[in-house]
C-alpha cells in the first residue's frame, strides 16, 4: 500500500505529478456547484420529474467536489485525495456520455422516428450505456491498482495501461455514437417532422434539444480526445503536466456541456404538457 503521501510519479498517471493551482480548483467548485445547484432545482421542481435525466445532475455534482479533492492536495501529492479526485473527474464524464445516450432514445420516441436511427432505441441504450459502465470499471479498476501498487513498478504501469484501454475503447464507442446521431439528424431533416421540430420556444423545442445534443457531443469529443492523448502520452508529458490543458480541454469543455443541459432543459422540451398539445392540433386544424 502507498503511503498517504506518496504516490510513484513513473506510473501514477498523468493527472497527478504536479500540485494543483488552489485558486483554479476552487474557480471550478464554485462553477460545477453552481451548475449542479441549477440542474437539481430544475429537475425538483418538473412534474413529472424526469428521472432519466438524473445522469447530468449527478455528473456535475461529482464534478464539483472532485475539485474540492483536487484542492486538498495543491501542498503535495496526497494518495487518497488523487485516487477520489481522479474518480470523480475523470469518471463523471461518463455519466454525461451515458445522458447522451439516453437522450437521443427519448428524441426519437418524442419524434415518432425511432425507424431514423441506426440501432433499435432500447438497444442504443443497453449497449451504449453498458459500454460505458464496463470503461467505468475498468478505469476505476486501473486507478484502484495505481494507489494500492504503485510503487510496484511493473503492476503500477498495468494500471496505467488499463485506465488508458478504458479511454479508448470509450472513445470508440462514443465515435460511433457520433455516427448514429448524425445519421439520425440527416434523417429526420428529410421528413416532414419541421412542425414537431420546431415546437415550442428557442430553448424548449425539440430541435433546440437536437442542437444541444450535437454540441454536447463535440464538447465530449474533445475532452476524450484529450483523456486519451493525456494517458497515452504518460504522466512526464508536455501534455500530462499542462494544468492549462487540463482546464481549457477537460473542464471548461464539461462546464459548457452541463450548461447546455441547463439552458435547454430537455424534460421542458420533450414531456408534452395539455397546452401544448392544444396549441399542436390548432396548428393542424389551421394547416
Not at 470499471?137 to 496505467?160: D, E
Request: charged residues 15%; aromatic residues 12%.
Amino acid at each position: 500500500m502507498i503511503h498517504p503521501r506518496e504516490v510513484n510519479n513513473t506510473v501514477a498517471g498523468a493527472v497527478a505529478i504536479y500540485d494543483p493551482n488552489g485558486a483554479a480548483a476552487i474557480i471550478a467548485f464554485i462553477i460545477f456547484g453552481v451548475l449542479a445547484a441549477g440542474l437539481w432545482t430544475r429537475y425538483f421542481r418538473t412534474r413529472p420529474r424526469a428521472k432519466w435525466i438524473r445522469c447530468v445532475c449527478l455528473g456535475s455534482t461529482f464534478m464539483s467536489i472532485g475539485f474540492i479533492c483536487r484542492f486538498s492536495r495543491r501542498n503535495g501529492i496526497n494518495a487518497w485525495s488523487w485516487l477520489f479526485e481522479t474518480l470523480l473527474i475523470l469518471l463523471s464524464p461518463c455519466l454525461f456520455l451515458a445522458q447522451d445516450y439516453i437522450l437521443i432514445s427519448r428524441l426519437a420516441v418524442h419524434l415518432d422516428a425511432e425507424d431514423a436511427l441506426l440501432l433499435p432505441r432500447r438497444v442504443i441504450v443497453v449497449a451504449y450505456v453498458l459500454a460505458d459502465a464496463v470503461t467505468v470499471l475498468t478505469q476505476l479498476a486501473g486507478t484502484a491498482m495505481t494507489i494500492t501498487f504503485g510503487n510496484l513498478v511493473p503492476i503500477g504501469v498495468k494500471a496505467s495501461l488499463l485506465v488508458t484501454a478504458g479511454l479508448w475503447v470509450q472513445f470508440a464507442f462514443f465515435t460511433s455514437f457520433l455516427i448514429l446521431y448524425i445519421v439520425f439528424w440527416r434523417r429526420l431533416s428529410r421528413r416532414e417532422t419541421g412542425f414537431e421540430l420546431q415546437q415550442g420556444g428557442r430553448y424548449s423545442s425539440p430541435i433546440a434539444v437536437m442542437r444541444m445534443l450535437g454540441v454536447s457531443c463535440l464538447l465530449l469529443l474533445i475532452r476524450s480526445i484529450y483523456r486519451v492523448a493525456e494517458y497515452t502520452a504518460g504522466a512526464g508529458s508536455t501534455l500530462g503536466q499542462s494544468e492549462v490543458a487540463f482546464y481549457i480541454l477537460d473542464s471548461v469543455m464539461m462546464a459548457l456541456n452541463v450548461l447546455g443541459f441547463l439552458v435547454v432543459w430537455p424534460p421542458s422540451c420533450l414531456e408534452k404538457r395539455p397546452e401544448i398539445m392544444a396549441s399542436h392540433m390548432v396548428s393542424l386544424e389551421r394547416r
